[in-house]
């Protein structure tokens, strides 16, 4: 069983930055992959950032030079680093992890971009 828990959400407006933070139950170096995902409204969740078996972060091509995927393992910790927002980044956005090959999923936090 593994748990995940997102904070960091909010209003911004466009231009301006937010850093979402997600805690984990347990270490995250025993994940196989972690990932964040958004869902904005009417719409399938997409993958933004993905680190696949430790190594470098990948992105989508709409986020790359605007957000930046954080690890710290000493304190179980993952963050998404966003930069430059838009209001077409307004979603909801989750934490994710796969361990032995079962995804788990965090609750979600609110994302709004709007004057």
């Known amino acids: 069983q593994v748990q995940l828990v997102e904070s960091g959400g909010g209003l911004v407006q466009p231009g301006g930055s937010l850093r979402l933070s997600c805690a984990a139950s347990?270490?995250?170096?025993?994940?196989?992959?972690m990932d964040w995902y958004r869902q904005a409204p009417g719409k399938k969740r997409e993958s933004v950032a993905s680190i696949v078996g430790g190594g470098s972060a990948v992105y989508v091509d709409s986020v790359k030079g605007r957000f930046t995927f954080i690890r710290d393992n000493a304190k179980n910790m993952m963050y998404l680093q966003m930069n430059s927002l838009k209001p077409e980044d307004t979603a909801v956005y989750y934490c994710t992890a796969n361990l032995n090959g079962i995804t788990y999923w965090g609750q979600g936090t609110q994302v709004t971009v709007s004057s």
């Open positions: 347990r270490s995250i170096s025993s994940f196989n992959d």
